[in-house]
């Protein structure tokens, strides 16, 4: 096995596990960042899955705790069903807080691509986002303000430098220069819009059950929909109270799913 290929059982731990340290109460052992990664390097998933998952329930949200909670689940899934959704579902998480997260996205993909293995039948054009939303997500927010205010401010100054220089080469250089700033203002603009407005108006989630099945309406026993598989990508587009989630698939089908098969981002 390759070193790359071996990334998917390594996980964050020294550092990490005092920032989440700090940011948490004091609490027993059996609910700590260590204590989570002791019983993970021992092999007992279960216990650290346990541990991670009570983190996660104390509200921390950091993306090596999400990262490390999805490697768990992808060592439990050698020997357990309906866990292998979940390591997706945590690596998408830990993508979530941080996009340029290249350990967690090359898990991610080793975690799809295990489920392709078992996958027999798949629905068309249901996987997959629209292009924006791949280019919006590409960076995190705080990199793209960076990257609006850096370019605001070269355009401000190639504006004001335009405006105090005389007519000639220079001049028209510090213009072509002014142009480009322009176009990337707009483009830097447009992507942090994007992103700000699918992470705030637009609700995914993730299926999590190794194979569910889409409901015409909610609440049926018998369900005869499309079916679905573990990691699959769904837009969470509706909510009713009986713990029922109509989702949307990249293809535009729609149906129900109960609640607690489909992990929300």
Not at 73 to 92: P, T
Request: hydrophobic share 55%; aromatic share 10%; net charge negative.
């Amino acid at each position: 096995m390759t070193a790359r290929g071996r990334r998917v059982c390594a996980f964050a731990a020294a550092a990490s596990a005092w920032m989440l340290a700090v940011a948490l109460p004091a609490r027993a052992d059996e609910t700590s960042f260590a204590s989570a990664n002791e019983a993970y390097l021992a092999g007992d998933y279960a216990t650290a899955v346990r541990r991670y998952e009570a983190l996660v329930a104390a509200g921390i949200r950091h993306e090596d705790l999400f990262y490390n909670l999805g490697n768990a689940y992808f060592r439990l899934a050698a020997d357990r069903d309906d866990v292998l959704g979940r390591a997706i579902y945590n690596y998408e998480r830990a993508l979530r807080v941080r996009p340029d997260f290249d350990d967690a996205a090359y898990n991610l993909q080793v975690a799809r691509d295990a489920v392709a293995a078992k996958v027999v039948d798949r629905i068309e054009s249901a996987e997959g986002d629209p292009l924006w939303v791949t280019v919006a997500t590409k960076f995190s927010i705080g990199q793209l303000t960076v990257a609006f205010l850096v370019v605001d401010a070269v355009l401000f100054a190639a504006l004001i430098a335009l405006r105090l220089m005389a007519s000639g080469f220079a001049r028209a250089i510090v213009a072509v220069g002014a142009g480009f700033a322009a176009v990337a203002f707009f483009v830097a603009a447009a992507l942090l819009w994007a992103h700000v407005y699918f992470v705030t108006r637009v609700d995914l989630g993730i299926v999590l059950p190794d194979e569910t099945q889409l409901s015409e309406a909610p609440g049926q026993t018998a369900r005869d929909g499309a079916r679905l598989h573990a990691g699959l990508r769904v837009h969470v587009v509706d909510r009713e109270g009986s713990g029922w989630v109509r989702v949307r698939l990249a293809n535009g089908h729609e149906g129900w799913l109960p609640a607690e098969e489909v992990g929300e981002l």
